[in-house]
């Protein structure tokens, strides 16, 4: 039995964890209304994610993976309707239209480009430009590894969406390995060590925010 009589196995087991993933942001959405304000949540993960599942969309039509193209279309709708409850309790609206505007602005030029490459070159090279993005996307959180560090807390990274990055990657790393896939391979494999060394961050710092009393002690 090769890897290959795997591959439906794996390949349902990834869909289902990364729309499990997919459904952990609404846990950022309960908290969000329940504080009743967005402020102090990185849009981000949800801006980046509309923009990556449109994209990776596309790839997943390019290579005529049916188990992408349902992961991707569930993951458009679901940040869809994520980032309609963050720009609802935005206390910034204008700020946010415009981090939108501009990732709209982005993808439709990726689009573009896809539309008019060169059919026997589009698979390497929009493979590329879209492992290049999502890696991005993912090490995205580590832009506030100063403000960890010096606060000592990590509350501001969204906990749920890292945990299950971390789970998906592997699992994703598993079906480009039986798929033959060097950019899956490759896009998981880093995506897996990124989110990895996120979710230790969680183990030396806590996920509250450390009192000012207790810093001045």
């Known amino acids: 039995m090769g890897f290959e009589d795997y591959k439906d196995l ?8 990364t729309m499990g993933q997919m459904l ?20 981000m993960p949800f801006i980046g994610g509309i923009g990556m599942c449109i994209l990776m969309l596309r790839y997943a039509f390019v290579v005529g993976d049916p188990i992408m193209i349902n992961v991707n279309v569930f993951g458009v709708a679901t940040n869809v309707a994520y ?6 309790f935005s206390p910034d609206k204008l ?3 415009a981090q939108l505007a501009k990732a709209t602005a982005f993808v439709a030029i990726c689009l573009g480009y896809a ?3 060169k059919e026997e070159h589009l698979e390497f090279r929009y493979g590329v430009l879209t492992t290049g993005l999502l890696l991005a996307l993912i090490a ?8 960890i560090i010096r606060t000592k807390s990590t509350a501001i ?5 890292i945990l299950m990055g971390t789970l998906v990657s592997f699992q994703w790393l598993l079906y480009g390995l039986i798929i033959n896939d060097a950019f899956i391979i490759f896009q998981n494999a880093v995506g897996f060590t990124l ?3 996120q979710l230790s961050l969680f183990a030396i710092y806590p996920s509250t925010p450390v009192k000012a009393d207790k810093k001045e002690k």
């Open 24 to 43: 952990s942001g609404t846990l950022i959405c309960k908290d969000i209304y329940k504080q009743g304000t967005s402020k102090g949540t990185d849009p």
């Open 140 to 147: 995205s959180p580590l832009i506030h590894l100063g403000e």
């Open 83 to 88: 980032m309609a409850v963050y720009y609802l």
């Open 195 to 197: 989110s990895a060394a």
């Open 95 to 97: 700020g946010t239209l």
């Open 157 to 161: 990274l969204p906990f749920p969406l």
């Open 115 to 117: 539309q008019i490459e």
């Open 10 to 17: 794996v390949g349902t087991c990834a869909m289902i964890t």
